[in-house]
Nanobody
Framework: QVQLVESGGGLVQPGGSLRASCAAS?????????MAWYRQAPGNQRELIAS???????RYADSVKGRFTISRGNHLNTVYLQMNSLKQEDTAIYYCHAQVSGDYAGVYWGQGIQVTVSP
């Protein structure tokens, strides 16, 4: 099995910044392909906000475009989400998502981290 471990959530004032990280468990026999960040606010469905390929091609939801940046670490098993100019409507649980190929092929989710934007 592959585990995704997230960190970096917290409480921030509107206009502030946070950086979330997600690392896939290390090991042999598998590779992490596309990675993404989703979020789910209370009463809402989980939504895709940013994705990135192995080659580094990124896409964003309109709601975060220009404010959030997704990137991958040098080992490609890590993904980051830099969140700038945060708004109260960004408050949600943020989930890391990864597509894995090889011995543990499948789709994996992180445990979720809380991001709260409040005055």
């Amino acid at each position: 099995q592959v585990q995704l471990v997230e960190s970096g959530g917290g409480l921030v004032q509107p206009g502030g910044s946070l950086r979330a990280s997600c690392a896939a468990s290390s090991g042999n026999g598998f590779s992490v392909d596309n990675m993404a960040w989703y979020r789910q606010a209370p009463g809402n469905q989980r939504e895709l906000i940013a994705s990135i390929t192995v080659g580094g091609s990124a896409r964003y939801a309109d709601s975060v475009k220009g404010r959030f940046t997704i990137s991958r670490g040098n080992h490609l098993n890590t993904v980051y989400l830099q969140m700038n100019s945060l708004k109260q409507e960004d408050t949600a649980i943020y989930y890391c998502h990864a597509q894995v190929s090889g011995d543990y092929a499948g789709v994996y989710w992180g445990q979720g981290i809380q991001v709260t934007v409040s005055p």
